[in-house]
Structures are given as C-alpha cells and as structure tokens.
C-alpha cells in the first residue's frame, strides 16, 4: 500500500490554486491507486506552532523536561512520523513574500531533528529520510522561472535535499495575477501535469 502525506499551507482555503491542484492530484490518486492511503495535514487550519525559547528544547537534540518541551516534542514526533511513514510528500507550496508560508516554514523546524531526519557525521551532514519521494505543487503570482527571486521552490528542495529526500518533481502555477486568462491556462498546465505525476506507477 503507498502511503501519501498532504500538506496544504494556503490561507485560501477553497480559493487556492495549490489547495485546488493538490484536490487534483488525490483525485486522480484515487482513480489510479485506488489503496493509497492519504494523511493530510492542513497547517491552515491546523497550524504548528512557531519555536520559541520556551519550546526550542523540546525539538532539539536535549530530553525535554517542561511541559512546553515535552509537548513539542511530542508533536515533533508525531509530525517526523508522518513524515517518515511516507512513500510521497506532497506539499501544496503557495508563495508568499517570495518565499514559503511560515505556517509550512513552522512544519520543517518541526521535523528537521538532528538524531531523527538528519545527522551530522565526520564527513558532513546526511540525511535519514530515505524512503520517501516527494511532490511540491507551488503557485505564485508573478513568474519567476528559477530566477535570482525564487527562494520559494529553492527553499523547499533544499530542506528536503538536507533530509534524504531528493527525488522530487515540482509543478508550479506562475503568473496567476497576470490576467484571468493567463491564470486559466496556467492553472491548467499545472493540473496536466499535475496528472501526468499520478499515473506514473506509485513508488
Ligand atoms: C501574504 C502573501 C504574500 C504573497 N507574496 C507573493 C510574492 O512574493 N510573489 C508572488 O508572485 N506572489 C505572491 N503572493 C500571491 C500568491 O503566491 C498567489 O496568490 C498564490 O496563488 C498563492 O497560492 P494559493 O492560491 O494556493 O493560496 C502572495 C500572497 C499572499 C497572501
């Protein structure tokens, strides 16, 4: 059975373009791999928290002793096990002040544990994430390519690249702002591909 974690990160809700493609993709995971079995985590709706000194502890390498840390570190591994349990990762990648929403920036400090998704070794670091693929459907206003403003996508396969996970195909719906026919047709590219992605044979 493949198991598919979502996460959507958009403050549109219905209205947004990752949260309509992302709609896309599990509608054609269920036509295709009609098994799978999906976890979504709506970091929306259902925000992790941001770290702070009273939490930092607790999603550190040191055993959480207070109430803060212990709670973060319990939430940091039900995330991290998620996370790992996970043949894809598909995240809905909305841009926002040319990067990522915080509310998805709050879910990677959450599972990027040294001991746990990474570790440093004499040679550097490595990551422990080595099962999983990954899927990022990202949409933005302007059109970037892979310009010198893109920290959006960058970002994104960066951390994933950190923590072992370099398979990873990325669609992106650009230039939605640029008119509504602009956006129409890049939205729809993006569900053709979008598509394209689910009939390839689950991992
Ligand atoms: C707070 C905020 C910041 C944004 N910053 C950018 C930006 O820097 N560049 C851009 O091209 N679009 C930007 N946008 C537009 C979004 O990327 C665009 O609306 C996209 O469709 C969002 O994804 P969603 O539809 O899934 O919510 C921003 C939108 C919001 C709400």
Redesign the pocket.
């Known amino acids: 059975m493949t198991n598919i974690l979502v996460i959507r990160s958009?403050?549109?809700a219905e209205?947004?373009?990752?949260?309509q493609l992302i709609d896309g993709y599990l509608a054609q995971v269920a036509a295709h791999h009609p098994g799978a079995k999906i976890t979504e985590r709506n970091l929306d709706s259902d925000p992790v928290p941001h770290v702070t000194s009273a939490t930092l502890a607790g999603i550190g390498r040191a055993d959480p002793d207070t109430p803060h840390t212990q709670s973060a570190r319990a939430l940091s591994d039900l995330l991290i096990g998620e996370l790992v349990a996970a043949d894809i990762l598909v995240i809905?990648l909305?841009?926002?002040?040319?990067g990522m929403p915080s509310t998805l920036k709050s879910w990677f400090d959450y599972t990027l544990r040294a001991g746990a998704t990474f570790q440093y070794t004499a040679t550097g670091p490595e990551g422990l994430v080595k099962n999983t693929r990954a899927v990022i459907i990202a949409?933005?206003?302007?059109a970037?390519g892979e310009g010198a403003a893109e920290f959006q996508v960058a970002h994104v396969r960066t951390l994933l690249n950190f923590i072992g996970i370099t398979n990873i195909e990325i669609v992106i719906?650009?230039g939605?702002?640029f008119g509504e026919e602009a956006a129409a047709s890049a939205i729809a590219a993006a569900h053709g591909a979008v598509g394209q992605l689910v009939k390839v044979p689950a991992a």
């Open positions: 958009s403050a549109n209205r947004s373009v990752t949260n809905g909305p841009m926002y002040n040319f949409a933005r206003a302007g970037y719906a650009e939605l702002a």
